[in-house]
């Protein structure tokens, strides 16, 4: 199943947690396991923490600094550092489902990462049933 993402930022954590809970409630999966896959090559998926929205931001800004836009790339279409963070965090993620729900951490939450936006994007997700 395909979602739809759109970023308002250049840069940009969203958190995607409920929708994909909700996909998860749709497919009537009581257990098993849910992939999540972005596919694009300047975005990414992480889990990090939901509660303080200062962390998302700070992981932000951390890519950011670390992988500057304006270093000598010699990709022409002039987005390798979206490239790049786009590697460093990774395409997919994979959460268990128990009781229907998925299997999170108690701070955790799933981030759609933006790194070349604004854009409309896609996740898709896999469920496989145990
Ligand atoms: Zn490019």
Avoid at 3 to 28: H, P
Avoid at 50 to 79: C, F, K, Q, W
Avoid at 85 to 102: C, F, T
């Amino acid at each position: 199943m395909k979602m739809t993402v759109i970023s308002q930022n250049k840069t940009q954590f969203i958190d995607i947690t409920s929708q994909i809970q909700a996909a998860v409630k749709t497919q009537g999966i009581n257990s098993g396991l849910c992939f999540v896959f972005v596919p694009h090559t300047t975005a990414a998926v992480t889990i990090n923490e939901n509660a303080d929205p200062a962390v998302p931001s700070d992981i932000l800004n951390v890519l950011n600094t670390v992988i500057p836009r304006d270093l000598d790339y010699r990709h022409m279409e002039g987005n390798s550092a979206a490239h790049v963070k786009s590697s460093l965090v990774g395409a997919s993620e994979v959460i268990a489902v128990k009781n229907g729900q998925l299997d999170l951490g108690t701070w955790q939450g799933v981030y759609f990462c933006e790194f070349d936006g604004p854009r409309t994007r896609h996740v898709n997700i896999k469920l496989i049933e145990e």
